[in-house]
């Protein structure tokens, strides 16, 4: 019931196209839901996050889709570039558990010119 | 600002000798730390966590240990590797208690660790 599955394991987009990351949890006290993004050789680094009181947020190119009764979350990344290449690992966060994040499984995202 | 400190960035060990990696933040008091393990082209495994100075949580048995010897330090241990052992060692900081806006973790680095 710890777990965040997602999918897919690896991903391949055209330069300009939409890329789609998806994951799904089962705890419904999980509260906070962060993207991380890892380019290689480099930590994670937050890219951007989602509480389950609203259904999307946008920054940028990228905007998080969250359906709280499916328990579903997703990352959307617009005009994909290949700068955009790096492996993306969704999480989850719950206020009434010990301070620690539960990670997907990553996806790594290739951007072809 | 706050930044977190890794080192070293590489290690070749052979197999059975000593690991001592070590992680300091700054800009944070009584920061949560931790320390996550990358196999290659893996997840995130989170290896202990740690809320306070002493204070060591371990997520997963195995031969490698953590200490916290000051408020911002966290040592990751071995006393004999494995061949297992190799990976990406991450150590990461969030802030601790908060709880109702997000528990972002930040990471550091990395070290790259080769067991031999």
């Known amino acids: 019931q710890q777990q965040v599955k997602q999918s897919p394991q690896s991903l391949i987009v055209q330069k300009g196209g939409i890329s789609i990351i998806n994951c799904a949890y089962e705890?419904?006290?999980?509260?906070?839901f962060p993207w991380y993004q890892q380019f290689p050789g480099k930590g994670p680094a937050l890219l951007i996050a989602?509480?389950?009181?609203?259904s999307e947020k946008k920054e940028g190119r990228f905007t998080i889709s969250f359906n709280k009764s499916a328990k579903q979350f997703s990352l959307h990344i617009m005009d994909s570039q290949p700068g955009d290449s790096a492996t993306y690992f969704c999480?989850?966060?719950?206020?009434?558990?010990?301070?620690?994040?539960?990670f997907g499984t990553g996806t790594r995202l290739q951007v072809f010119p | 600002s706050q930044t977190i400190h890794q080192w070293p960035a590489t290690l070749v060990q052979p197999v059975g000798s000593p690991l001592s990696l070590e992680c300091t933040v700054e800009?944070?008091?009584?920061?949560?730390l931790y320390w996550y393990r990358q196999a290659a082209g893996r997840g995130l495994q989170l290896l202990f966590y740690?809320?306070?100075?002493?204070?060591i949580s371990s997520e997963v048995p195995q031969n490698l240990s953590a200490s916290r010897p000051q408020d911002r330090q966290f040592i990751l241990s071995s006393k004999k590797l494995l061949l297992s052992d190799s990976g990406f060692y991450l150590c990461?900081?969030?802030?601790?208690?908060?709880?109702?806006?997000?528990?972002?973790?930040?990471f550091g680095e990395g070290s790259w660790l080769t067991v031999v």
């Open positions: 990461a900081w969030s802030v601790l208690g908060a709880r109702r806006s997000g528990n972002t973790i930040y």
């Open positions: 705890n419904t006290a999980f509260d906070y």
């Open positions: 989602i509480r389950p009181d609203v």
């Open positions: 999480a989850a966060f719950s206020s009434y558990n010990t301070d620690k994040l539960i």
């Open positions: 800009g944070t008091s009584n920061p949560n």
């Open positions: 740690s809320v306070g100075i002493g204070q």
